[in-house]
């Protein structure tokens, strides 16, 4: 499989490049030459493998230059053995809403069934074998603890993470900073999720910066992790045979629902994809008005999806604009000298073919978990909620399945605001509740950040 960038088809690249690099050396965002598209009877084929089989098989399409698929099953296996159900993700019934908990791993949000799975490719891959890699992350509060998760205590490699100080649950920073790993580093930035994830995307774009720390990246933008996060639409698709199925997703940098629309291209035949936001709603926006103008962040309920810049957008924006990477450059630019760039009508309406966007703020976002504790005894938490408030934008009698992205447990203050049921601790974090956290606090500042690791690695 060939990669090439968003911004530039005539540069190839393999996956292990891109596994390694996560971002172009252009500003873009990789993607593969050629999707594999599966016909009738190939899905037919795949509807009846297990979790672990099915994920070999659509991975595999992405990465068989590097892999074999018995080691790519291996790897699979090793990378879910921690999860506390059978087959990765669970699938529950409510009434007419159908939800897809993705929280089972070991940091409690869906993040892990794509970080488990990287983080034994870095071994597998032989990456860091001669050259100690420094690993970069911004989160918004879940990519962080996955990354550690999966790359807690391994060999010559270091993690970087800058969340936004203040800005994320108790039990998220909880979950981050009391590793204690010497390969650990927590570094809380005092600004937004946008400020970390432009840092991050300067550092990885300044060569200099990082050819000397061999940097490498596991957010969102890297396009091993929506391979992984392909599967899980395919298997759940597939408990619910022969109907118009949709999905609604909580979104903030478009990697899950990205994934999504990647099984649709796949030949998944998905009805459509409900991008669910917070008041954080440029997605909305871009979708009803063609305008893609990020503003400032808003901090919501819903942290880890309080995003204005987000950045998979730009793959679908390659998509839409008919693969035209002199295309995607010209609005890219726009959005860097202009603030923005805007969508004519054709292409909206070329969005709306597979996507429609609701925007469900907080007092919405608490009335949905108030309620669908009282009718169903079971407890949302504020990302999976925006997704059941703004499923109802599906009027007829398809059905949708709810993409439940982490465990109500992460985020108790807001269950608290919400109903007075309690919330069991999961047996996966119980033991880090009364370890010492450890991390550092580091002004709005690139060149702080870069001094900062410069000073941890030599
Ligand atoms: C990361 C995250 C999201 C948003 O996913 P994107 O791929 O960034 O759109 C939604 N909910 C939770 C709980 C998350 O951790």
């Not at 190839?12 to 009877?41: C, E, M, T, V």
């Not at 999976?384 to 465990?407: E, F, P, R, W």
Request: aromatic letters at 10%; a positive charge.
């Amino acid at each position: 499989m060939e990669y090439i960038s968003t911004r530039n088809k005539t540069l190839k690249y393999n996956f292990k490049d891109i596994f390694l690099r996560g971002l172009a050396p252009d500003g873009g965002l990789f993607i593969p030459r050629q999707i594999k598209k599966y016909n009738n009877s190939e899905i037919e084929k795949l509807s009846k493998l297990n979790y672990v089989d099915l994920a070999t098989e659509i991975i595999l399409n992405f990465c068989s230059s590097d892999f074999e698929k018995n080691k790519l099953k291996k790897l699979l296996e090793m990378s879910y053995k921690n999860f506390t159900t059978q087959e990765v993700i669970n699938i529950k019934k409510f009434g007419d809403i159908n939800l897809i908990e993705l929280y089972h791993g070991p940091t409690l949000a869906f993040k892990d069934i794509a970080m488990q799975v990287l983080g034994n490719m870095y071994d597998e891959l032989n990456i860091s074998s001669n050259k100690t890699v420094n690993i970069v992350v911004a989160t918004s509060g879940d990519t962080g603890s996955a990354a550690i998760a999966a790359l807690n205590d391994r060999k010559n490699i270091n993690v970087f993470v800058l969340h936004p100080y203040n800005k994320i649950s108790n039990i998220q920073r909880k979950i981050m900073t009391t590793v204690g790993s010497n390969n650990i580093y927590n570094i809380a930035i005092r600004g937004t999720f946008d400020d970390c994830q432009k840092h991050v995307k300067e550092m990885f774009s300044e060569n200099k910066f990082r050819e000397k720390i061999n940097m490498s990246g596991v957010n969102s933008i890297n396009w091993a992790r929506i391979v992984c996060q392909i599967v899980y639409y395919f298997y759940s698709y597939f408990k619910f045979k022969n109907k118009k199925i949709n999905f609604a997703v909580p979104t903030g940098n478009f990697g899950d629902v990205f994934a999504g629309y990647m099984a649709k291209k796949m030949g998944l035949p998905i009805e459509k994809l409900i991008i669910a936001t917070n008041e954080n709603d440029i997605l909305e926006r871009v979708i009803n008005t063609g305008e893609y103008k990020p503003s400032k962040v808003k901090p919501s309920l819903s942290p880890s999806m309080d995003v204005q810049i987000s950045s998979n957008f730009e793959r679908l924006l390659f998509y839409i604009l008919d693969e035209d990477d002199k295309k995607v450059s010209v609005f890219m630019n726009d959005l860097k000298l202009k603030g923005s760039f805007l969508l004519n009508k054709e292409q909206i309406a070329i969005i709306k073919k597979d996507f429609s966007a609701k925007k469900i703020n907080d007092k919405e976002t608490i009335e949905i978990i108030k309620n669908f504790s009282k009718n169903h005894d079971f407890i949302l938490d504020p990302h999976t909620a925006t997704a059941v408030g703004a499923s109802k934008i599906i009027k007829d009698n398809s059905v949708i399945l709810i993409l439940g992205t982490a465990h109500p447990y992460k985020f108790l203050e807001t269950i608290k605001m919400a109903t007075s049921k309690e919330v069991a601790m999961p047996k996966q974090i119980a033991h880090l509740m009364d370890k010492k956290e450890k991390y550092d606090v580091l002004e709005n500042k690139i060149t702080d950040i870069k001094e900062y690791i410069l000073g941890k690695i030599s």
